[in-house]
Structure formats: structure tokens, C-alpha cells
Antibody, heavy 119, light 110 residues
């Protein structure tokens, strides 16, 4: 069974940093591209970032470019999102997701971890 | 990248059919057959319902179907059931190699 379990969320002050982790299991993690998607409270889904299977290619939404870094450790079956210079509008549930092979949809989602940026 | 445009809400009675639209541009929906649809119940993670415009993942009811014409994709739910009440989001691959989601549609079963 595919499982994606996020951790690392919490309360952080504006300008602060946080690193999210996503532990993957139930599939060959090193074979799949992964995305981070976020959802502000009561709002819609917003794509954040994507990384390819070996970590050599990454891409970001303009709203987080230069502040967030996506990475992965295939030996540990873990996806990361390093978030720096956090702002109030980064407050959201962050979902770790798996890109479906051969297409550009997302076939599995974690349960999400809440990041709250507030003083 | 602006969000794809969806109606804020759609409603229908049990057994009826409803259709949710998802309008993008020639940089996303209009060019790529990589439109997906997700269902999200309150407090839950989204669930993939349709991928590549009209394909259903294993285990998804054939009451859900997708299509596309020009810059607009559509999700149709036939034989509406109480359990279909949820938020629905479309997404598309873009010419910038990113993903863009729709604004979301709340489906209410009357």
C-alpha cells in the first residue's frame, strides 16, 4: 500500500525557516517524480514544487522560487521541502504527493502537515 | 500562472447528472491532454478521479467521466449520490513544465 507521511509542520514566525519531510513507503520511491502541493485554510489547492526521480531536476511556483528548496534522499525514501523567509501567506496545509508514472497527474497524496506563519 | 477557472458551486438532486467546467488557456488546458480531476471531502486529502482528460484510475466509478474541448475541460458526474458531495479541483500541465490547479467547485447534493 502506498503511504506518504508528512512531518515537520508547526508554528513559525515571519522570516523564519522550516523543513518538511515526507516518508514514502509501499512503492519504489526512487522511480517516481514527486510534488509538493499546498492549501491555505478554506482555500484551493496550489502547486508548489516538483522534483524528478533522481533529484537532478527541480521546478518551483513563482510564489516560492528562491525561498523554498525541494530535495530527496532515495536511500531514505524521503522527500523534503526546505522553506526559508516564510511569510504569512505561506500558511497552509502542505501535501506530499506522487506523480503518476507516464502522465502529469498526482495519484497519491499524504495526509498533509499544517504550517502556520504568525508572530 | 493563474489558476484555472471553475464555477464556485454546482448542485443537483440524487440520480441527476452534473457537469463542472474548468477553463484554462492555450498554455495549459488547450495544448496538453494532461487534465486531471480531484475530489476532496472536508478535512481529507484530495483523491484522483480522472487523469489525462478522460481516464479513470482503477477503483473509480464509471459515473465519473471527463472531456475537453479547446481551452475548457469538463467533469461529469452521472447518477449523483450523496457521497459525491465534496469539493472538486481540476489541474493541468503547463507550457512552463509546472502544474496549475483550478479554483475549485463545491458540489452539493440536494
Amino acid at each position: 500500500e502506498v503511504q506518504l507521511v508528512e512531518s515537520g509542520g508547526g508554528l513559525v514566525q515571519p522570516g523564519g525557516s522550516l523543513r518538511l519531510s515526507c516518508a514514502a513507503s509501499g512503492f519504489t520511491f526512487s522511480s517516481y517524480w514527486m510534488h509538493w502541493v499546498r492549501q491555505a485554510p478554506g482555500k484551493g489547492l496550489v502547486w508548489v514544487s516538483r522534483i524528478n526521480s533522481d533529484g537532478s531536476s527541480t521546478i518551483y511556483a513563482d510564489s516560492v522560487k528562491g525561498r523554498f528548496t525541494i530535495s530527496r534522499d532515495n536511500a531514505k525514501n524521503t522527500l523534503y521541502l526546505q522553506m526559508n523567509s516564510l511569510r504569512a501567506d505561506d500558511t497552509a496545509v502542505y501535501y506530499c504527493t506522487r506523480k503518476r508514472a507516464g502522465t502529469h497527474s498526482i495519484d497519491y497524496w499524504g495526509q498533509g502537515t499544517l504550517v502556520t506563519v504568525s508572530s | 500562472q493563474s489558476a484555472l477557472t471553475q464555477p464556485a458551486s454546482v448542485s443537483g438532486s440524487p440520480g441527476q447528472s452534473i457537469t463542472i467546467s474548468c477553463t484554462g488557456t492555450s498554455s495549459d488546458v488547450g495544448t496538453y491532454n494532461y487534465v486531471s480531476w480531484y475530489q476532496q471531502h472536508p478535512g481529507k486529502a484530495p483523491k484522483l478521479m480522472i487523469y489525462d482528460v478522460s481516464n479513470r484510475p482503477s477503483g473509480i466509478s464509471d459515473r465519473f467521466s471527463g472531456s475537453k474541448s479547446g481551452n475548457t475541460a469538463s467533469l461529469t458526474i452521472s447518477g449523483l449520490q450523496a457521497e459525491d458531495e465534496a469539493d472538486y479541483y481540476c489541474s493541468s500541465y503547463t507550457s512552463s513544465s509546472t502544474l496549475v490547479f483550478g479554483t475549485g467547485t463545491k458540489v452539493t447534493v440536494l
